[in-house]
């Protein structure tokens, strides 16, 4: 009586195909990017020593290591990270402890959307037209943190809101019937409740602007320079900028140079983002609410 | 304080605001001199000829950048966009348990590749596998840098559109069960066509991202100033002119302000492709 009929088991082929559709859709996706990695593992691992990573290049950047380059770039993300982050955990916290719902509102989203659909080299552009020119900072690390840190305010902005939203409004109305102020509601439950989660925003803020290019082209790294930085007015070597650099501009490079340099790059990238997922999904599963 | 804090975190959020009206004013007042004197309109949009550098006769025509953009940017999408969509049904609707969070992170982790990066990939990996398998001369083409482009472009575009099917109610899809539906007349019949606005989002986003691309567009394309007959020509970008070209023109030159104005068109053309997704997506939660 309740055997399968034809259209029953019809239905179900038809289903079973349409997912295996799917999964080979979604594995295609995935393994040239899989096949890449192994690519630039097979031909940049052998490199890869720790002369590389702590000597500087010599013979005109076609032997040596990628040491200044590694510092430009802690340089530039520490900077942009400073300018950035607290104007970003700002926007957040008036989005979504403040803002009422209103056009106002309405219209910084669309902005913040835009900071984040704008093309890397109008960002650039921008950087020269703001910071070198107009502010003076030159052609620096000053001048290049600040273009990077407005290019990534929207990822703090919207992880960090995100942290802010997932505390449960019971916890501030608790807060605000024991006659809590706004302020003290958000800086004693709801900040302790979500910081992870804006650490976790600011990580994945890490890994975006060390792979930035563009927008460090014009505005403060330089394509060889033998010294470290010393102050946030000079200029710096960074990782992306070497990378493209020594892979398209400097003629007599060794071929496994560049593929150790994107080894180096992606997997400094890559780890972050994966520090990032990690830790989220752990507080995901520690969350008491 | 309350009053102080208020007053900050406002100026935070309104910073959003300022940010991009003071991305357009400085991109503007760079390239205003050149837009409202040698700036001719028609040449612009309808001459291939972009020889800023020529020195008696310099002529701006972008009609070749612009091709050069549409056709990898096209190209990058009709790879990418069934492909992400594919991936985005089959993450939120098959997928289930750790399989799905596996490919989820995955996919994240995808988006995540900086883009000199990928611009190395297809100069280092494409670039000579193309020349093998079409036997063609040159491998830095429409088809390197597109292949390049979709690869980019469909882990944001899988992302958005699964964030688009998961915002359709359950309520939806149980109703479609309960009336003896199967799976995939669920998908097709109710799903898709109830997240049909978040879909066409995530293209446009994706189409967003292909147009801006600066990197790896600039390495793989082939940088060569053509309008393309075959996916095997090579082709100079909008974006790529910008990042090739700017480090060696003076500043306040005409060379160095036609740039510029590159820029606010690069800029009006992706805020208007955002606005379009903003108000595609809004509509849905209107209903």
Known sequence: ?289 | MDKAVQVLVFVGGVSAIVFIIGIFVFITKEGLPFLLGRFDVAEFFTSPRWRPTSEHNPTYGALALIAGTASVTGLAMLVAVPFSLGAAIYIGEFATGKTREALKVLVELLAAIPSVVWGFIGLSIMNPLIIKTFNVPVGLNVLNAGFILGLMAAPIMTTIAEDALKAVPDTYREAAEAMGATRWQVIFRVVIPAAKNGLVAAVLLGVGRGFGETMAVLMASGHSINLPTSIFDSVRALTATIAAELGETAVGSDHYRALFTLGIFLFLITFIINLTADLVVRGIRKK
């Open chain 1, 1 to 289: 009586m309740f055997e399968a009929s034809q259209l029953n088991i019809r239905n179900r082929k038809v289903e079973r195909l349409w997912g295996l559709l799917f999964l080979v859709m979604t594995i295609l996706l995935i393994l040239p990017v899989l096949v890449i990695l192994g690519v630039l593992i097979y031909k940049g691992g052998p490199i890869l020593s720790i002369d590389f990573l702590f000597t500087e290049p010599k013979d005109g950047m076609t032997a040596g290591g990628i040491f200044p380059a590694l510092v430009g770039t802690v340089w530039l993300v520490a900077v942009a990270l400073l300018a950035s982050v607290p104007v970003g955990v700002a926007a957040a916290l008036y989005l979504s402890e403040y803002a009422p719902d209103n056009w106002l509102t309405r219209v910084i989203n669309l902005a913040i959307i835009n900071l984040a659909g704008v093309p890397s080299i109008v960002h650039a552009l921008f950087g020269v037209g703001a910071f070198v020119l107009f502010f003076r900072f030159g052609t620096s690390i000053l001048a290049a943190s600040l273009t990077l840190a407005i290019m990534t305010l929207p990822v703090v902005i919207v992880a960090t809101r995100e942290s802010l939203q997932a505390v449960p409004q019971a916890f501030r109305e608790a807060c605000w019937n024991m006659g809590a102020s706004r302020w003290q509601t958000i800086r004693h439950v709801v900040l302790p409740n979500s910081i992870s989660g804006i650490l976790t925003g600011v990580i994945l803020e890490v890994s975006r602007t060390a792979g930035e290019t563009a927008p460090i082209m014009f505005t403060g790294a330089a394509f060889f320079l033998p010294f470290l930085p010393q102050s946030v007015y000079d200029q710096t070597m960074a990782m992306s900028l070497h990378l493209f650099v020594i892979s398209t501009q400097v003629p007599g490079v060794p071929e496994a140079m560049p593929f150790g340099v994107a080894l180096v790059l992606i997997s400094m990238v890559l780890v972050m983002n994966a520090v990032s997922i990690a830790f989220r999904m752990y507080l995901r599963g520690k969350k008491k609410w």
